[in-house]
């Protein structure tokens, strides 16, 4: 059973936009708190940003003003809205939940910025 799945990862020009789409089990989507993470070629993971149950939202610096994440109750979804595109956003990007204390994550979805 899948419990995260990332979709809408691909190909941007730097400045361009991307929105990553997450789709989450019930039991994930009613934690305390949801993430985005990354992870690039040779490089450690990298905390995105998160959302909680009652909507608030952090930022890593790197990303801070540039994306933004929402979320779905409807449709248990998590969305990561990506803005003006850099190289060093490159990396497979998942999310990530919490089933009790148990640490869920996706498959990730790769996002590419090149020219």
């Known amino acids: 059973q899948v419990q995260l799945a990332e979709s809408g990862g691909g190909l941007v020009q730097p400045g361009g936009s991307l929105r990553l789409s997450c789709a989450a089990s019930?039991?994930?989507?009613?934690?305390?708190?949801m993430a985005w993470y990354r992870q690039a070629p040779g490089k450690e993971r990298e905390w995105v940003g998160r959302?909680?149950?009652?909507?608030?939202?952090d930022y890593a610096d790197s990303v801070k003003g540039r994306f933004s994440i929402s979320r779905d109750p409807r449709k248990n979804m998590m969305y990561l809205q990506m803005n003006d595109l850099k190289a060093d956003d490159t990396a497979v990007y998942y999310c990530?939940?919490?089933?009790?204390?148990?640490?869920?994550r996706g498959q990730g979805t790769q996002v590419t910025v090149s020219s």
């Open positions: 990530l939940g919490f089933i009790g204390t148990s640490e869920v």
């Open positions: 019930g039991t994930i989507f009613s934690g305390k708190v």
């Open positions: 959302i909680t149950a009652g909507g608030s939202t």
